[in-house]
Nanobody, 127 residues
C-alpha cells in the first residue's frame, strides 16, 4: 500500500519560495510516476506538474511553467515541487499523487490517472 505524505507547506509572502516534499513510508515512491496538484477553496483540483519514475519527461501546467519545478530523488524515495515567485493566487492545498501508468500531457493532467494521493499540505501566499 502506498501512503504518500506531503510536507513543506506554510505561509509565505508574495514573491517568496517554498519547496514541497512527498514521501512514502513504504519506500516505494521511486518506482512510481508522480504528479503534483492543488485545490483552492471552491475550485476543482488542478494539475501542476508530473514526472516519470526515471526522473525524465517532466510536464507542467501553463499556469506554473517557469515558476515551479518538479524533481525527484529516488535514493531518498522523495519527490519535490520547488515553487518560486509565489503569488496570492497560488494559495491552495497541495497534493502529490502516484501512478504506475504513464502517458502524454493529456493523461497525466487528469486526477483519475493517479491511484494514490497524499493528504495535502496547505500553502498560503500573502500579498
Amino acid at each position: 500500500q502506498v501512503q504518500l505524505v506531503e510536507s513543506g507547506g506554510g505561509l509565505v509572502q508574495a514573491g517568496g519560495s517554498l519547496r514541497l516534499s512527498c514521501a512514502d513510508s513504504g519506500r516505494t515512491v521511486s518506482t512510481y510516476n508522480m504528479g503534483w496538484f492543488r485545490q483552492a477553496p471552491g475550485k476543482e483540483r488542478e494539475f501542476l506538474a508530473a514526472i516519470h519514475w526515471t526522473g525524465g519527461v517532466p510536464n507542467y501546467a501553463d499556469s506554473v511553467k517557469g515558476r515551479f519545478t518538479i524533481s525527484r530523488d529516488n535514493a531518498k524515495n522523495t519527490v519535490y515541487l520547488q515553487m518560486n515567485s509565489l503569488k496570492p493566487e497560488d494559495t491552495a492545498v497541495y497534493y502529490c499523487a502516484a501512478t504506475r501508468s504513464w502517458g502524454g500531457i493529456s493523461a497525466v493532467t487528469m486526477t483519475t490517472f493517479y491511484n494514490y494521493w497524499g493528504q495535502g499540505t496547505q500553502v498560503t501566499v500573502s500579498s
